[in-house]
């Protein structure tokens, strides 16, 4: 077993359920959406991100597209839900919060997909 692998595979699939954890919920409820559980998935999907840069394979490139991508899904999520906070009057109003998840259900996809191509080089390596 390589240590190195099991360690990539663990964030990867760290990242996809925590961020389908913030993604679950009323879409226009705030109350759903846990502002500490975005941040736990930006942190995980970046450190997810720093593991596979040593990749050099076109499958490498193929999962560190897609958590680039999750990456600037959650980060645009994060500054939504900051400038609601702080600049709107109103606060996170539900229309904004539709957004931030609709913006984290991008990320999902993306995660996902990453997951779909970890399996894929998985069983590659065993033929």
Do not use: C
């Not at 699939?13 to 925590?18: D, F, G, P, R």
């Not at 913030?22 to 941040?39: K, M, R, S, T």
């Not at 720093?50 to 597209?65: H, T, V």
């Amino acid at each position: 077993m390589n240590l190195e692998k099991v360690i990539f595979s663990f964030f990867m699939i760290l990242a996809l359920t925590l961020n389908f954890g913030f993604f679950y919920g009323d879409v226009h409820n705030p109350d759903h959406h846990n502002i500490y559980e975005l941040y736990a998935v930006i942190v995980i999907n970046l450190i997810a991100t720093i593991l596979k840069f040593g990749d050099r394979s076109q499958l490498g490139a193929m999962l560190l597209a897609t958590s680039l991508v999750a990456n600037v899904q959650l980060i645009s999520a994060a500054v939504v839900w900051a400038v609601a906070s702080h600049m709107q009057a109103a606060g996170v109003t539900e229309a904004t919060m539709a957004t931030i998840v609709s913006l984290s259900g991008g990320a999902v996809l993306a995660n996902i997909i990453s997951v779909i191509l970890l399996v894929l080089e998985s069983s590659y390596l065993r033929h």
